[in-house]
C-alpha cells in the first residue's frame, strides 16, 4: 500500500456560546471526536484536552484523520462539561453535538454549525467549527524552553506562568497551535520539552511569523497576559544549549504606561531541532511486523462449555464471543504478518494430562511450538482443546503478558523497527492477580507491545477500565508509572448488534499511534527506511 493512498487530514475544533453547566463558575469543555463504522456504532478516535471556564473555547489539541475520498466517514463532535477524573464521558454533563462527515468538513475547509442536544433540539446557542487542514509534511520541532524573571501577578505568592505559541493564517489571524503546561508558583520557569508539527507551528515556513504569549494562569479562567514576542523557525532554529536564543516578552498595556519599562521577563530558547517522524505507514512499509498473540480465558467463571448458558458453548454454527472476538480482530492484524503464524495461549484450566491449573498453556498443547497457522489455525485450535481442558480459576494475566514481554524484549535487540507484538486477552471477568498484572503492564510499556482486552459476557469490567490508561497514568504496585498507554480495553456487549469489523476497528484504533510512539521514542527507523528520501 502506498503512502499517497492515504491524506492525513488535521481537525481544528473551537466553539462558541456554550451551555453552562457549572454553579459559581463556567463550564469546563471538552471535545471528544467519534467515528461510524459500516453499522450504528459509533468508537472513539480521539479527544482533546479539557479547557477550564470557558463557554467559548479554542481547542490545542488538533484531530488526525485518515481521509478516504471513497468512503463516506461518518464523524461525530460531542462536547462535554468535564468535572471529575473519570475517563467514562456518562458521567459527565453534556453540552451538545454534531453529527457530518469529513467530507463536508473538507468541502468546506471550515465548517461552523450548531451544536444539537440528544433529542435534536438545539443545545441553547452553542456552535461548533471544523477547520481542516490537510498534512503534508512529517516534519516535527522539538522545543525546549525557559524563562526568567517574569512580572509577578499574584498577590499571594508568584505567577504560574505558561506559554501559548500562535501562528498566522492567510488572512492574517492568529490561530493557537500550542500550550505548554503551567508551572506553579515560579518567576523562573522551565517547561518541559515539546513536540509540534512543523506545519502546525508555522505552515513549514521558516519565515512565517510565530507569535508566543505568556500568561499567568489563573483557576477561573481569567488568565493574565505577562508579556509576548513575535518570531520565526529561522530564528529559532539558531538556538543550542551553550547558546540559547533569548526574547525579552513585552506586554504592550505596561509598556504605554511605564516611562522606564523595560520588559517583563526574559524567555529562553534552549534547544529547537527539527526531526523527521515516520508515520505508522512509514513502519509497516518499512518492514515491520505485528506478530499477534491471543490469551483465551478458560476459568469455571465462564460456566460448563456443553452447556448453552456458557461463555464458551459453542452455538450450532459453530461460533461464541469468544471465537468472533479473534475473528474480528485476528483478520485485520494477520496482514501486517508475513508468515501469518500465531501463538495462542490459555490461561485458568487444569490441562492434561495431570490437570494441574496452568496460566499459560498452548491451545495446541506444543510447548515447544505454540503456533497456530492462520487465524483459522487459532479457531480449529481452540475447538479441538476445549473438550479437554477444566475450566478452574484464578484469572491471571501477567503470566501471559510475561511470556509475550519475553519476546519483545528480545526483539529490542534488533536496532530498527522490526518488530511490534499485539496481544489480545479475551476475558470473562475480574482480574485476580490485579497488582502483578499492573506490573507487567508498566514493564511492557518500555517493549514494543500494545495489549488488547476484550470482555465477553455480563461481568462487571470496572477493573480493566483501570488498565486502560487513558485516565490518568498506570502505576506498578511499586508505584512506578507506565512510560505510555498500551492498553485498549473494550467490552464486547458493546458490539453484539454490530457489524463484525466494528470491534476490530474500536480496539485496534490505538494502535498504530502506540507503534508510532515507541519507535519514535527509542528513536529506530524502519528496516527499509522509506522516510529517508
Known amino acids: 500500500m502506498a503512502a499517497q493512498c492515504v491524506t492525513k487530514v488535521e481537525l481544528t475544533i473551537a466553539c462558541t456560546n456554550l451551555l453552562d453547566k457549572d454553579v459559581g463558575s463556567k463550564s469546563d469543555p471538552l471535545c471528544v471526536l467519534l467515528q461510524n463504522t459500516s453499522g450504528q456504532q459509533w468508537y472513539e478516535v480521539d479527544r482533546t484536552e479539557r479547557v477550564k471556564n470557558s463557554l467559548n473555547p479554542k481547542f490545542a489539541k488538533k484531530f488526525l484523520i485518515d481521509y478516504y475520498f471513497e468512503l463516506v466517514q461518518k464523524l461525530k463532535f460531542g462536547i462535554y462539561d468535564i468535572d471529575n477524573k ?47 487542514e490537510e498534512v503534508k509534511d512529517n516534519r516535527v520541532v522539538v522545543l525546549e524552553l525557559e524563562a526568567r524573571k517574569l512580572d509577578n501577578k499574584d498577590f499571594f505568592g508568584k505567577s504560574d506562568p505558561y506559554l501559548e505559541f500562535h501562528k498566522q493564517t492567510g488572512d492574517g489571524n492568529w490561530v493557537m497551535v500550542h500550550r505548554t503546561e503551567v508551572i506553579k508558583n515560579n518567576l523562573n520557569p522551565a517547561w518541559r520539552p515539546f513536540k509540534i508539527s512543523l506545519n502546525s507551528l508555522c505552515y513549514s515556513d521558516m519565515d512565517k511569523s ?47 504606561k511605564k516611562k522606564n519599562y523595560k520588559n517583563s521577563g526574559i524567555v529562553s530558547v534552549k534547544h529547537c531541532e527539527i526531526i523527521v517522524e515516520c508515520t505508522f505507514l512509514d513502519y509497516i512499509m518499512g518492514g515491520c511486523q505485528l506478530n499477534f498473540t491471543v490469551g483465551i480465558d478458560f476459568t469455571g467463571s465462564n460456566g460448563d462449555p456443553r452447556s448453552p448458558d456458557s461463555l464458551h458453548y ?30 495462542a ?19 495446541n498443547f506444543n510447548p515447544s511450538n505454540p503456533f497456530c497457522n492462520g487465524i483459522q489455525g487459532i479457531v480449529d485450535a481452540y475447538r479441538a482443546c476445549l473438550p479437554q481442558v477444566r475450566l478452574y480459576g484464578p484469572t491471571n494475566f501477567s503470566p501471559i503478558i510475561n511470556h509475550v514481554a519475553r519476546f519483545a524484549a528480545a526483539a529490542t535487540q534488533q536496532q530498527t523497527a522490526s518488530q511490534y507484538f499485539i496481544l489480545l486477552i479475551i476475558t ?106
Open 345 to 363: 495461549f490459555g490461561f485458568g484450566a487444569q490441562i492434561p494430562p495431570s490437570f494441574q491449573v496452568s496460566h499459560e498453556f498452548p491451545i
Open 428 to 533: 470473562d471477568g475480574v482480574i485476580t492477580d490485579l497488582d502483578q498484572t499492573r506490573t507487567a503492564i508498566v514493564n511492557a510499556s518500555k517493549l514494543p507491545m500494545s495489549i488488547i482486552i476484550v470482555g465477553v459476557g455480563g461481568a462487571d469490567f470496572g477493573a480493566m477500565e483501570f488498565l486502560d490508561g487513558d485516565d490518568g497514568v498506570l502505576r506498578s504496585s511499586s508505584g512506578e508509572p507506565a512510560v505510555r498507554d498500551i492498553v485498549q480495553f473494550v467490552p464486547f456487549r458493546k458490539f453484539q448488534n454490530s457489524p463484525k469489523e466494528a470491534l476490530a476497528q474500536c480496539v485496534l484504533a490505538e494502535v498504530p499511534q502506540q507503534v508510532v510512539n515507541y519507535f519514535s521514542t527509542y528513536k529506530l527507523q524502519p528496516p527499509k527506511n522509506p522516510a529517508a528520501k
Open 210 to 256: 510565530i507569535k508566543v504569549e505568556c500568561y499567568d494562569y489563573d483557576s477561573d479562567g481569567s488568565h493574565d497576559l505577562i508579556g509576548s514576542f513575535q518570531t520565526t523557525m529561522s530564528k529559532l532554529k539558531e538556538a543550542s544549549r551553550s547558546s540559547p536564543v533569548e526574547f525579552e516578552c513585552i506586554n504592550e498595556k505596561k509598556r504605554q
Open 86 to 132: 473519570t475517563y467514562n464521558l456518562n458521567d459527565d454533563d453534556f453540552l451538545g453535538e454534531l453529527e457530518c462527515t469529513l467530507g463536508q468538513i473538507v468541502s468546506s475547509r471550515t465548517l461552523t454549525k450548531p451544536l444539537v442536544l440528544k433529542n435534536g433540539k438545539p443545545a441553547g446557542r452553542g456552535s461548533i467549527t471544523i477547520t481542516a
Open 314 to 343: 459453542l452455538s450450532p454454527n459453530g461460533v461464541n464471543e469468544y471465537l468472533t472476538a479473534i475473528w474480528s480482530v485476528g483478520m485485520v492484524i494477520q496482514d501486517y504478518d508475513t508468515d501469518k503464524m500465531f501463538p
